[in-house]
């Protein structure tokens, strides 16, 4: 199975622009797709963002749309979610997950990363 591996979170001013990336290892990849959700205290589990490990193709949430922006680097085996216009609604602890198809519950993903924190204030 793969593993994955998260840096970026951290803390940043309303406005500002954060970059969260995510490896993924191991004997294979098969996984087709990557995720990103986010979870706020007392809230549930919220989709961001995901791509297609072939295909590229990218769905975003209603919330960060226009905002946030995925890649995917295949040399590397990582994905990058670049955070531009943070606000502090977008404080939460932010996930990545592998698994076989771009979904937006979390369900479907098999393998999830540590996540990492990402605080914005204002």
């Known amino acids: 199975q793969v593993q994955l591996v998260e840096s970026g979170g951290g803390l940043v001013q309303a406005g500002g622009s954060l970059r969260l990336s995510c490896a993924a290892s191991g004997r294979t990849i098969s996984s087709s797709a990557m995720g990103w959700f986010r979870q706020a205290p007392g809230k549930e589990r919220e989709f961001v963002a995901g791509?297609?490990?072939?295909?590229?193709?990218?769905r975003y949430g209603d919330s960060v749309k226009n905002r946030f922006t995925l890649s995917i680097d295949n040399a590397k085996n990582t994905v990058h979610l670049q955070m531009n216009s943070l606000k502090p609604e977008d404080t939460a602890v932010y996930y990545c997950?592998?698994?076989?198809?771009?979904?937006?519950?979390?369900?479907?993903?098999?393998?999830w990363g540590q996540g990492t924190q990402v605080t914005v204030s204002s």
């Open positions: 997950a592998a698994g076989p198809y771009v979904a937006t519950r979390p369900q479907p993903f098999q393998v």
């Open positions: 791509i297609g490990w072939n295909s590229g193709m990218t």
